[in-house]
């Protein structure tokens, strides 16, 4: 259910005048998502998947991405039986291969339907405190 509701949104589409802009306008969402904050108010500030236009800029070529929002979505319990959602978003691009890797994105770690933490460093630290595995 988590799943298809959160795809089923129409999709965005943005022109920004540089690749640099989005990754400030992604990161600055990011940002914002404070804990204790719900699901849905997560998926109002990141919004829909967005489709990112940008035009060729001197060297750089002209960029039509698909962007998910959020590109990877795990699913499980922990011990208490406690509902845990791993929300990745886009935010550090590494391969610029056009394909999204866990390394290029920020994990937002949701527990009962709250934030319980975002980044790196705190989803590292919960999945082994609380000894949950994929």
């Known amino acids: 259910m988590f799943t298809s509701a959160l795809h089923s949104q129409e999709t965005l589409e943005k022109n920004y005048p540089t690749f640099s802009v989005f990754l400030t306008e992604q ?8 804990k204790g904050i719900s699901l ?15 035009p060729k800029v001197g060297k750089m070529k002209p960029l ?11 699913e499980t319990n922990d011990k208490a039986k406690n509902e845990i959602k791993i ?12 394909i999204v890797s866990k390394s290029e994105c920020t ?15 705190f989803y590292l ?10």
């Open 27 to 34: 990161n600055t969402k990011i940002s914002s998502l404070e």
């Open 40 to 54: 849905i108010e997560v998926k109002e500030i990141m919004g829909p998947p967005i489709l990112v236009k940008v």
């Open 64 to 74: 039509s991405q698909l962007f998910k929002q959020p590109e990877i979505i795990q």
């Open 87 to 98: 929300l990745w978003y886009f935010s550090t691009p590494k391969n610029q291969d056009g």
């Open 107 to 121: 994990p937002i770690v949701i527990k009962n339907d709250s934030v319980a933490g975002k980044g790196t460093k």
């Open 125 to 134: 630290t919960f999945m082994r405190t609380e000894q949950i595995r994929f």
